[in-house]
């Protein structure tokens, strides 16, 4: 290799570098512009914070759907009549109705 095939592969190293810090800036200030945007669109929402013991997620909600349904229908068989709430809630706790 030559010196000035070193030289030169030194000065196009020195350009891409000096490409990819241009590079890294502007899309630094674009990342500034779209989050400006975003937030104009979409602000965050700022809720109350929500009490952990109030707050539940039932996964066996399909379950328990399915559960009472079965109840209800089986009620109007047996009974000829739609069950009350109470008479569900019972159902669903386990004790008799």
Not at 31 to 58: C, F, M, W
Not at 62 to 86: F, K, M, N, S
């Amino acid at each position: 290799m030559k010196f000035s095939d070193s030289f030169s592969l030194f000065l196009l190293l020195r350009r891409a570098e000096r490409i990819g810090r241009t590079l890294d800036a502007r899309l630094a200030e674009q990342n500034v512009y779209l989050k400006r945007i975003a937030d104009h669109l979409a602000p965050d929402l700022k809720g109350e914070p929500v009490d952990q013991a109030t707050r539940s997620v039932d996964f066996s909600e399909d379950l328990t759907q399915a559960r009472i349904l079965d109840y209800i229908d089986r009620t109007i068989r047996d009974v000829g009549r739609e069950p009350t709430e109470d008479e569900i809630l019972a159902f669903l706790d386990g004790k008799p109705a």
